[in-house]
């Protein structure tokens, strides 16, 4: 059963069942991973649930680190009771021990065989390969449905988180904006600082027009910020055709805020206004975020 949809990789779900007087309980946890990655407890004797356990798996989940355990127990009514031979055999001689030192009765029958210990239950009924068969089904059938539901809250918990990224998307958007609009700003600021600090150095001489245009062009060229923002807006498209693919895109995603973070870096270690450094880091949070939650989609 292939799914597409926006997915988180975490969830839980439970399920029990019953078969023949066998009881038992499934639960299964599903956390981030780089990969899909199933582990499974079950007790002894159901070693052969694991092969068609992780087919189950493999058919709902594309990653995420599944923890999947099994617990079952007989019915009260169907184990049988039977005599731990070692038990009575050590409560007669205790007894014997007892009358012949202190010339009181020997125990009765009744009163050893109420002692702890010396009437058990029997844990299992042994089973023929038909009857083996037709329990695995049953408790497959289980595990099948708690896969379900486990693959329905993944995808409620993704949801979630698909509304989160948009939101942290649509700041990244607006950041980039303000940043270039204060960008747009910066050539002519720097020729103003530019002639500023040359008319202070000569003390009030002048510069020629065109050596100042020259410096303030340099500067101006080390400064541009336009092809980190037209990349940020770049990214922006991107990620939100990501998210809204319905595809399992959490590596693609998590790559994608990592070139967020690189143009926000750049951004920043050109900025010659203080302002635009602020943008510059402000823009450095959000996409810290964005990456942080983009590591938990399938």
């Known amino acids: 059963m292939k799914k597409s949809g926006f997915v988180s990789m975490t969830g839980f779900a439970e399920t029990s069942g019953s078969h023949e007087g066998l009881r038992w309980r499934w639960e299964a946890k599903s956390v981030n991973g780089k990969s899909l990655d199933v582990r499974l407890r079950t007790p002894p004797g159901f070693d052969s649930l694991e092969p068609p356990a992780r087919m189950l798996a493999a058919e709902r989940f594309r990653r995420g680190s599944l923890q999947v355990s099994l617990s079952v127990e007989q019915q ?171 595809e399992a895109v959490g590596r693609k995603l998590d790559f994608l805020a990592q070139e967020f973070n690189r143009e926000a870096n750049t951004l920043c270690s050109k900025s010659s206004d203080i302002a635009l450094t602020r943008i510059g880091l402000a823009l450095k949070a959000v996409i810290d975020q964005l990456r942080e939650q983009s590591q938990n989609v399938e």
């Open 76 to 246: 009260d009514g169907v184990k049988g009771l039977r005599v731990d031979p070692a038990a009575l055999a050590s409560a007669v001689k205790l007894a014997r021990e007892v009358a012949a030192e202190t010339g009181l009765a020997p125990a009765r029958i009744d009163g050893l065989l109420a002692l702890k210990g010396v009437i058990v239950q029997e844990e299992a009924i042994a089973l023929d390969a038909i009857q083996r068969g037709e329990r695995d089904a049953a408790i497959l059938k289980s595990l099948a449905n708690v896969f379900d539901a486990l693959a329905r809250a993944r995808a409620t918990e993704g949801a979630k988180l698909a509304a989160l990224l948009v939101a942290q998307i649509d700041e990244v958007e607006k950041l980039t904006g303000e940043a270039a609009s204060l960008a747009a700003t910066q050539p002519q600021a720097l020729r103003q600082k530019l002639q500023a600090q040359i008319a202070e150095m000569l003390a009030g001489g002048s510069v020629p027009e065109e050596r100042l245009a020259q410096e303030a062009a340099m500067l101006a060229a080390r400064a541009d910020v336009r092809e980190e923002l037209d990349r940020l807006r770049a990214h922006v498209s991107d990620a939100r055709a990501l998210i809204g693919s319905g």
